[in-house]
């Protein structure tokens, strides 16, 4: 089992960055996949990152392919989310997830496929 806390998340102008961190509790972190997932005001959830167990894959949700880029340190057992050149439609409660593999490539880019959630951290960008 693994608990993860989401954090950086606030309000920014658009145009601006942002780093998101999933910090996570629990001895085998790099057996997971991580994913960050976001839902707007009135809207489902929706996929925007996926990083693999060793963080050789990546995937990303098209609206944020060249903005956004995810990273880990299992050694800090965090998972990270760089978010550059913020849209106001960018703005949500962000979540990550996780769930063990025993494939080192694997990556999910559906949120049934996850078994762990954070609470989420709120990102606002004003136009």
């Known amino acids: 089992q693994v608990q993860l806390v989401e954090s950086g998340g606030g309000l920014v102008q658009a145009g601006d960055s942002l780093r998101l961190s999933c910090a996570a509790a629990?001895?085998?972190?790099?057996?997971?996949?991580i994913g960050w997932f976001r839902q707007a005001p009135g809207k489902e959830r929706e996929f925007v990152a996926t990083?693999?167990?060793?963080?050789?894959?990546?995937a990303y949700a098209d609206s944020v392919k060249g903005r956004f880029t995810i990273s880990r340190d299992n050694a800090k057992n965090t998972v990270y989310l760089q978010m550059n050149g913020l849209k106001p439609e960018d703005t949500a409660v962000y979540y990550c997830?996780?769930?063990?593999?025993?494939?080192?490539?694997?990556?999910?880019?559906?949120?049934?496929?996850?078994?762990?959630w954070g609470q989420g951290t709120q990102v606002t960008t004003s136009s």
């Open positions: 997830a996780a769930v063990s593999s025993l494939l080192m490539t694997t990556t999910h880019t559906t949120e049934d496929k996850y078994r762990y």
């Open positions: 990083i693999s167990r060793g963080g050789g894959s990546t």
């Open positions: 629990g001895r085998t972190f790099s057996t997971y996949i």
